[in-house]
């Protein structure tokens, strides 16, 4: 299991949380994810034998810009 570290902006609150946790682990390869309000970040626990790391970051920067939050590799 490997882990990518994202710093987020746009979450305002817990639900904000929420909705960017279930989108993160609704990526193909990612295990789980833990992401706090503040700082705004997300450590993602990934399968690297399903997904590359580059790949991971370029699929989880689009899919949370798409709901409107940013994110840059940690």
Do not use: F, H
């Not at 399968?47 to 810009?65: Q, R």
């Amino acid at each position: 299991m490997d882990t990518i570290n994202l710093r987020i902006e746009g979450m305002t609150c817990m639900g904000c949380v929420a909705s960017v946790t279930r989108l993160l682990q609704a990526q193909p390869g990612v295990k789980d994810a833990n992401v706090t309000l503040t700082p705004g970040a997300a450590s993602v626990n990934y399968d690297a034998g399903k997904v590359s790391e580059a790949s991971l970051k370029a699929t989880l920067k689009v899919a949370l810009e798409d709901a409107g939050y940013g994110a840059t590799a940690a």
